[in-house]
């Protein structure tokens, strides 16, 4: 963790305990990968108040649900915003250009700059959903990096 930025800290403790959440549930099950986030995921709540890991996690349940594919398609396709296809968290936070050295007005300007152009309002119906996903994922790795901020403040670091 030495050495890294707080948004690439974020970004490994995640894909870690998603590899970690992995393997248990396919040595208890023998099933694929397991979807949405972990019951480790815990922080400062809105209030400031500590709030528990399943807390933390209903505010993202739904984070990795599949986007409903289309009732029928379009009679004449409109062109495809390329950026609405980007769905992956690591796709996102490439979007996002997080450096992990904003401070929390800055990460505010990204998050308002971010739902401008992804916003499910201002999106195809076809792709609706994915602007959905990429907004829960932008919130989320948003909130995460406020929180450690707030986090290493408290802590003097």
Do not use: C, W
Not at 71 to 78: D, I, K, M, T
């Amino acid at each position: 963790m030495f050495g890294m930025t707080v948004f690439e800290s974020v970004l490994e403790r995640l894909r870690a305990e998603a590899r970690e959440t992995e393997e248990e549930m396919a040595e208890e099950q023998g099933t694929g990968p397991v979807r949405g986030l972990t019951s480790g995921f815990a922080g400062l709540g809105a209030t400031g108040a500590f709030m528990s890991g399943s807390q933390a996690a209903a505010a993202y349940l739904d984070l990795y649900e599949a986007p409903a594919p289309p009732e029928s398609p379009p009679e004449e396709p409109a062109p495809v915003p390329e950026h609405l296809l980007r769905i992956t968290p690591e796709a996102v936070a490439e979007d996002l250009a997080l450096t992990g050295r904003e401070d929390v007005e800055d990460l505010a300007a990204r998050r308002r700059s971010f739902a401008r152009e992804n916003h499910p309002d201002r999106a195809p119906a076809e792709l609706r959903a994915n602007a959905t996903l990429r907004m829960k994922i932008a919130n989320m790795l948003i909130d995460e990096t406020i929180r450690r901020i707030h986090v290493e403040k408290s802590l003097g670091l």
